[in-house]
């Protein structure tokens, strides 16, 4: 079973990025490019990981983390944007109010090994999770 990451991004090129590094870290990518169809995807599926764009369109990330705490995940949540970094600090402070799990930000453009690494983190704590649930 190959693990799940749910990309929140609206430019075409880093969705192209995105979906390339999740391949090759073993991931099965979903993209999404709008609060909108993310809000969608999210009320009727899990995932093992998220990045998320702050910047979508007229909307922002903040509406994405709000909906995630409605839903109790705990799904890792790593931002990837183009951002300034007090708008990143912001969103990481709203996502441990909320408590969320939030994993390093990445400032675009990617730091594309730095990205490969913490998704096969994430990964392996997910295959973790679910050889424990197996034994339970």
């Known amino acids: 079973m190959s693990n799940q990451l749910l990309v929140i991004e609206d430019a075409e090129v880093h969705l192209s990025i995105l979906r390339k590094i999740a391949a090759q870290c073993g991931y099965e990518a979903t993209c999404v490019t709008s609060v909108q169809a993310a809000a969608e995807v999210l009320r009727q599926r899990t995932f093992d990981c998220i990045t998320l764009d702050l910047s979508l369109g007229d909307r922002c990330g903040a509406d994405i983390l709000l909906l995630l705490n409605e ?66």
Do not use: M, N, W
């Open 71 to 136: 839903l109790k995940s705990r799904t890792p949540v790593i931002f990837i944007s183009g951002a300034e970094d007090a708008t990143r600090e912001e969103h990481v402070r709203l996502a441990t109010v909320l408590g969320l799990v939030v994993y390093p930000q990445f400032q675009k453009p990617v730091d594309l090994p730095a990205l490969r690494e913490t998704l096969k983190q994430i990964a392996t704590l997910a295959e973790c999770e679910r050889l424990v649930a197996a034994v339970r």
